[in-house]
């Protein structure tokens, strides 16, 4: 079974940045693609970014296209999130999850999700 545990959320001003990390236990990293979703108050689970299992492989949403890079450390069982120029419209709790067989756009392609992490964005 593999666990996630995210880290590094925060209260941070429009314009700042934060990385927030995803630790996997219990299995190899490597065998998973890892994805970033976000929810906000009132809304529906989204995708933010993906990789895939080696991490040659990424997608971003739209509204965080070049400001957000996500990234795979096989070796140390951890995947990041950098988010730079935050806006309070990406206030939400982010959340990483990973699958062993594809490389999903929905929340329910991934089998394994992490707790959460606040990311609130002030103006």
């Known amino acids: 079974q593999l666990q996630l545990v995210e880290s590094g959320g925060g209260l941070v001003q429009a314009g700042g940045s934060l990385r927030l990390s995803c630790a996997a236990s219990?299995?190899?990293?490597?065998?998973?693609?890892m994805g970033w979703f976000r929810q906000a108050a009132g809304k529906e689970r989204e995708l933010v970014a993906h990789?895939?299992?080696?991490?040659?492989?990424?997608y971003y949403a739209d509204s965080v296209k070049g400001r957000f890079t996500i990234s795979k450390d096989n070796a140390k069982n951890t995947g990041y999130l950098q988010m730079n120029s935050l806006k309070p419209e990406d206030t939400a709790v982010y959340y990483c999850?990973?699958?062993?067989?594809?490389?999903?756009?929905?929340?329910?392609?991934?089998?394994?999700w992490g707790q959460g992490t606040q990311v609130t964005v002030s103006s």
């Open positions: 999850a990973a699958d062993a067989r594809r490389l999903g756009s929905k929340a329910n392609e991934y089998a394994y």
């Open positions: 219990g299995r190899t990293f490597s065998s998973y693609t």
């Open positions: 990789i895939s299992w080696a991490g040659g492989s990424t």
